[in-house]
């Protein structure tokens, strides 16, 4: 799904992501921050809210998400600080993260 619209999500034989709607086969090239924060909504059940719009930050550096960014970054009302990156270009949620796994991580790994 993208916010509402039931899509197709698929891969073409050069790695580019695609997401065509499945009501009437329209391809769709641009998700903005509306639609990315309805779909957090619809995969949650819980309200969210558009925090920003990224190339990257510090959870979401690997080149593997080059074909999708850039991201919205989208903070879930759950009381787990939950926050999704869903990708601008085909609206699938690319990452998602926890305050703890944050907190822990920026301790670690990421420093």
Do not use: C
């Not at 550096?61 to 080059?66: D, F, I, K, R, S």
């Not at 270009?89 to 690319?94: H, L």
Request: charged share 25%; glycine share 10%; hydrophobic share 35%.
């Amino acid at each position: 799904m993208a916010g509402n619209l039931p899509v197709y999500r698929m891969i073409d034989g050069k790695g580019r992501p695609h997401t065509v709607s499945a009501t009437d086969g329209r391809v769709i090239d641009h998700v903005d921050a509306g639609i990315a924060r309805a779909t957090a909504q619809q995969v949650t059940g819980k309200p969210a809210r558009r925090m920003e719009t990224i190339e990257r930050d510090q959870w979401t550096v690997p080149n593997g998400l080059n074909a999708w960014r850039p991201l919205h970054r989208i903070a879930v009302d759950d009381g787990r600080g939950t926050e999704l990156y869903v990708s601008a270009k085909i609206g699938e949620i690319m990452r998602h993260t926890h305050r703890a796994e944050r907190f822990w991580n920026w301790l670690g790994s990421v420093q």
